[in-house]
């Protein structure tokens, strides 16, 4: 059996990376004694798959991890839906299991049907109007032109298909209006390479610096071409949760 959990990651855990939030679940998943799948060989190591990393100092409202659960440890009494609740009790401040669901293992793995992203991205040091024409020229454009470096040399890429959408809103904190805080929701496409929120905003003419940046939702295509979000491909239980 396979289940899939949605987490979220936000306030000062932002701060720790995705290698130690792996293990942070490890820890977890031990104390909560889910019987968990682990690999052979001579270090085993517990069946889990992350989704897509998100960067360090980041926040998520939609991270995902699937779990292989080991059938002969499953018992009858085995509840999915008190696991986000016992998972949590767990988890450091700041990680909170928000769902879970069983899926079919036969599904890709989340790095390969995961297409695209929707973040909010607060900027400072700009006004709307600024921030607004800079993105007006970005989606006007043919081609978003970035150097990256990949295998120790330096490649070209272009970013524009993959910049989907970009919107420019203006957000209210603590009730006052700020003129020189600008929010920008944006889906930004993550196949065949994902783009990085700070090379979009690194590309635009004025570049604008990031401050603060949350992942809203992951979006797969389903095979009828319809895009949802990883928990809508939910398995059916078709047999009791301790069933072989």
Partial sequence: MRIRIQFSKLGKVRFTSHRDVARIWERALRRTRLPVAYSEG??????????????????????????????????????????????????????????????????????????????????????????????????????IVVTRERKGKQVTDDLRPLVLSVEVESPIEEGVQNDQSVRLIAELGIQPRAVRVSELLAALDPPLTESRVHRLHQWIITDDDQRTDPLAVAAPLSAPMGAK
């Avoid at 998520?60 to 999915?80: F, K, M, N, Q, T």
């Avoid at 009790?89 to 793995?109: C, E, F, K, N, Y």
Wanted: hydrophobic share 40%; with cysteine.
């Fill in 42 to 143: 001579f270090n085993p190591r517990p069946k889990l798959s992350f989704g897509l990393a998100l960067s360090t100092g980041h926040e998520s409202g939609a991270e995902y991890l699937d779990i292989d659960l080991d059938p002969d440890r499953i018992g009858e009494d085995l509840d999915v839906e008190s696991l986000p609740a016992l998972l949590s009790a767990q988890l450091p401040v700041g990680l909170t299991a928000t769902a879970v669901v069983v899926i079919d293992r036969r599904m890709p793995s989340l790095q390969q049907a995961v297409t695209s992203c929707t973040w909010q991205i607060d900027v400072t040091d700009v006004d709307v109007e600024t921030a607004r024409g800079a993105v007006e020229r970005a989606l006007a454009s043919d081609t």
